[in-house]
């Protein structure tokens, strides 16, 4: 199945986006195209998109503050409590019911999610805390090697 032609100004913009380095689904999004579309481009054109891994950024360091628009679990919770009273509803439509599914998911995967964020901030709290502990009786052991 073939689909909509690309135009000048897309295949220029295609170009631009490789050489920047997007990923492949960067540029299907960009350009509005599937990503089948844009690698049959890419190979027609004899592009290749290359991935360039970035460092990953620590998620649990003790400067981190969570960010406002982080959801208590409490909140979460309380989304799938309604979500699953709403689910038993009659009358519900498919999609309505799919959407319910959808929140209940999303709602209990964050909740977890969430939990095992706080409990990584827990462990590298101790982390520090050892960390410090071991600096001082250093500290001690070598003035008293010293005196």
Known sequence: MKGKPWTVAEEKRLRKMVEAGNSLREISVALKKSSGAVRKKLERLGLQVVVVHKPVESWTTTSNVLPEELIS?????????GALKMACTPGLSKVEVQRL????????????????????????QRLFDLEGKYAELAKKAKGNRSS
Do not use: H, I, N, P
């Open 73 to 81: 679990a409490e909140d979460a919770l309380k989304m799938l409590v």
């Open 101 to 124: 599914q959808v929140v209940a998911t999303l709602a209990r995967t964050y909740s977890e999610k969430l939990t095992e964020y706080l409990d990584l901030r827990g462990l590298e």
